[in-house]
């Protein structure tokens, strides 16, 4: 939310949206007010992740194998980035369900990636059977 109102102050608006607010989300670049369609926020996104990597090429032949890694970055990308780090960092995975709109809590489960250790240890902490 820091973020959102920081990007809505650099473009004129109040830091939140009223409720009767029109406006969408994520703005076009320059001045137009009109929403951006799927391809052009896409082409934006990819866009920003070909300059990093230029960037991060021109340090150097070290650099190459993470340029071109950050060359395939997408929104999507980052949508199961988020989604990883919601669960890596314990959130109830329905309620990470609910953030990326999935029906199903089998499909939000590929964003767990727990190790065997702890898995195992967790495991045996939280369901004993006092046998």
Known sequence: ????????RARGLAPLPSSREDTPLVLPLGKSMK????AALHSIIKGIFAG?????????EDYA??????????AHWL???AGSHMADGNLDLRLVRDNLGHASISTT?????SD???RHRETEEKHRLNW
């Open 109 to 113: 489960s590929i964003y767990l990636h």
């Open 52 to 60: 990093a990597a230029d960037k991060l090429r021109l340090r150097g």
């Open 1 to 8: 939310m820091v973020e959102l109102a920081r990007y809505r």
């Open 116 to 118: 065997d250790d702890t």
């Open 65 to 74: 194998a993470r340029a071109t890694h950050l060359e395939r970055a997408s």
């Open 35 to 38: 929403p951006l369609t799927r």
């Open 79 to 81: 949508r199961h980035s």
